[in-house]
C-alpha cells in the first residue's frame, strides 16, 4: 500500500500560480507513474498529467503549455506547477500512483480560479 499526501492548494487569480506536491510513503516500488488528476463538480475526474520514474511525461491538452508535472525519485515526490491559472481549472485534484495497475490515490486538494 501506498500513502499520498497533497499539499498547495488554495484561492487564486486568474492568470495565477500555484504549485502542488505530493509525497509517497510505504511500498513504493519502480518502475511506476506518478500523476495528477482533477475532479470539477458535476464532472468526472480528469487526467491533468503524469510522469514515469524514468521521468516520460503526458499532459492534457487542456493544460499544455500552462502545467508542468516533475518529480524528486529520492524523495518520492510529485509536483505540479500551475501557471496562467484559468477559472475553468478550479477543481479537486489527486494525485495518483501506480505500479503495474495497481493504483492508490490522495485525498485531493482544492483548487479554486477565481477574482
Known amino acids: 500500500q501506498v500513502q499520498l499526501v497533497e499539499s498547495g492548494g488554495g484561492l487564486v487569480q486568474p492568470g495565477g500560480s500555484l504549485r502542488l506536491s505530493c509525497a509517497a510513503s510505504?511500498?513504493?516500488?519502480?518502475?511506476?507513474?506518478m500523476g495528477w488528476y482533477r475532479q470539477a463538480p458535476g464532472k468526472q475526474r480528469e487526467l491533468v498529467a503524469t510522469?514515469?520514474?524514468?521521468?516520460?511525461?503526458n499532459y492534457a491538452d487542456s493544460v499544455k503549455g500552462r502545467f508542468t508535472i516533475s518529480r524528486d525519485n529520492a524523495k518520492n515526490t510529485v509536483y505540479l506547477q500551475m501557471n496562467s491559472l484559468k477559472p475553468e481549472d478550479t477543481a479537486v485534484y489527486y494525485c495518483?500512483?501506480?505500479?503495474?495497475?495497481?493504483?492508490?490515490w490522495g485525498q485531493g486538494t482544492q483548487v479554486t480560479v477565481s477574482s
Open positions: 510505504g511500498s513504493i516500488f519502480s518502475p511506476n507513474t
Open positions: 495518483n500512483f501506480n505500479w503495474y495497475g495497481n493504483e492508490n
Open positions: 510522469i514515469t520514474s524514468g521521468s516520460s511525461t
